[in-house]
């Protein structure tokens, strides 16, 4: 990603941004509500257009493929969206199954197979006759992992993957994503507000404020940065008020 | 100019780029290797035709009556209720079956359509679509358009049998005809001309369907009050599109 800029008509969301992940990593773009994380991701997906700057994924500059190309790019790609985003008029076995159906030409006794080991992998065995609306929000999400997974992606992408979960089972999550990282040897970007989550699972963290990138660093070396606005962030403070106290004098004194 | 009918132009533009991608998808999607879904179309063509069958059937038959006893009563005024089966053969064939199952159709199918796509991107599974490389023009838009296009018109040639023997029952009993004499009276009257007429229309008005469902459903905003919203737009444009249509394209054929 370079100096990359997007804007939801005249408001700009995204300033500047450089950023990239290596490959194998766990990179976790953290930030808080509005600081452009869900933007940010958008655009990795290719979702969004962006305003200004190049965005490469695997090699290829996302700008300059055309749609079948794109179509062929996001097969090396897999997302677990927030709430899951599985299809509700079809089973979780045939929700994990549709990439398998459009992407590759396998008979559909081997597709019941991969579909079975996707989800004995997210440790979802035996619900994939269940319809979404049948399973929990955690189930939900690691339904939609086995989706993901399913044409075995280079690249991982994970939207908020505790959010509304308990502690318990989001710590659960966590260590999936660490396991299949693991077991895959992918490439997982995870945007993310829970710090918690973010220091377990992160290789390096990417940390975003107003759509501007404040840090990109390790766990360790982000828990010793200086900078007053991340330990806010990290420590979970509202930004200090900045008060101009020599310029309040000044008024109050009656001058300019 | 404006905001409604700079909006209104944007959905028209829309409206026309969708329709233009489905048919490239239908005719080139086999040679992209990424075809419409055959099990898809079928799925929708029983949702959209053979679950509407009852209904259909209904409406057809109480529209039927209803124009055998208006036909009979205003004829009846110049003691010509002999020539019953005329208006009520040209008028059902050209304007009756056609409009009745395209409003039928919008209320039912077009308001469906709009509530899936709706829900379907505020759950985010047309991004979810996109990203598994997916087109969801190919896999949602495209097989819901065959599907109509095909379906309309057979609900369209249902509702005149159903409608003409409906009718026929009324007539023939009201004027102590038989129903094979009020029959071979009706196919006398009616060519080829007159239900090609209605089928015209019919097909366009699934396109229109469609389109009117797709746009709403898929540029809803704002939650589920937001599905709500695209629901009720899509009945009331899809109906009044219809409408509208259905006067242009008598003028345009009649001239």
């Known amino acids: 990603m370079h100096h990359l800029d997007a804007h939801y008509g005249s408001v700009q969301v995204l300033f500047d941004v450089n950023l990239t992940v290596q490959a194998g990593e766990v990179m976790v773009i953290m930030g808080g509500s509005g600081s452009g994380k869900s933007t940010l991701l958008r ?86 006759d269940l319809m979404p609306s049948e399973l929990s929000g955690g189930m939900l999400k690691r339904a939609a992992v086995a989706r993901a997974i399913v044409l075995d992606p280079k690249l991982l992408f994970f939207d908020e993957p505790s959010a509304g979960l308990d502690p318990a089972v989001a710590a659960a999550f966590d260590d999936l994503i660490l396991r299949l990282r693991q077991a895959m040897d992918m490439t997982i970007v995870v945007v993310t507000h829970e710090m918690e989550s973010a220091f377990k699972i992160a290789d390096r963290i990417t940390v975003l404020d107003r759509g501007r990138v404040l840090a990109v660093d390790s766990a360790e070396g982000l828990r010793g940065n200086p900078s007053r606005r991340i330990q806010n962030l990290l420590n979970r403070r509202p930004e200090d008020p900045e008060v101009d106290a020599a310029g309040y004098l000044r008024r109050l004194a009656g001058g300019a | 100019m404006g905001r409604g009918a700079v909006r209104s132009l944007d959905e028209i533009g829309y409206s026309a780029a969708l329709l233009g991608e489905s048919l490239r998808w239908v005719f080139a999607g086999r040679r992209w290797r990424q075809p419409v879904r055959l099990a898809a179309v ?50 059902v064939t050209r304007e009756f079956s056609p409009l009745i199952m395209g409003i039928l159709v919008a209320g039912r199918s077009g308001s469906a359509l709009a509530a899936r796509l709706a829900t379907m991107s505020i759950n985010q599974e047309l991004d979810a679509l996109k990203v598994i490389g997916v087109d969801p023009v190919r ?117």
């Open chain 1, 43 to 128: 655009h990795l997906l290719g979702l969004e257009v962006p305003s200004a700057g190049s965005l490469t994924v695997l090699g290829r500059n996302m700008s300059r493929l055309d749609p079948l190309e794109l179509t062929g790019l996001r097969r090396q790609m897999g997302v677990a969206f927030q709430g899951g985003a599985l299809f509700s008029s079809m089973t979780v076995a045939e929700n994990v199954k549709l990439p398998l159906r459009e992407h590759a030409e396998l008979d559909e006794t081997t597709m019941d197979i991969i579909a079975r080991l996707k989800l004995e992998v997210v440790d979802l065995a035996g619900v994939g």
């Open chain 2, 42 to 91: 079928a799925a929708q063509m029983t949702e959209m035709g053979i679950l509407a069958l009852p209904i259909a059937t209904l409406l057809s038959a109480t529209v039927g009556l209803m124009l055998a006893i208006q036909s009979l009563y205003s004829l009846g005024l110049f003691g010509a209720e002999s020539l019953a089966h005329v208006g009520i053969a040209l008028s």
């Open chain 2, 139 to 255: 896999f949602l838009v495209a097989p819901a358009l065959l599907a109509l296009v095909v379906m309309l018109p057979v609900l369209t040639m249902w509702a005149n049998l159903v409608a003409l023997a409906a009718a026929g029952l009324y007539v023939s009993t009201a004027l102590d005809l038989s129903m094979a004499a009020y029959l071979s009276g009706t196919i006398a009257v009616l060519s080829p001309g007159d239900l090609w007429h209605g089928l015209g229309k019919s097909t366009l008005f699934a396109v229109l369907i469609v389109l009117v469902g797709v746009v709403n459903g898929s540029l809803v905003a704002g939650g589920a009050e937001g599905v709500g919203r695209a629901t009720t737009r899509s009945v009331v444009q899809g109906i009044s599109a219809i409408v509208v249509t259905d006067m242009i394209f008598a003028f345009v054929v009649t001239q």
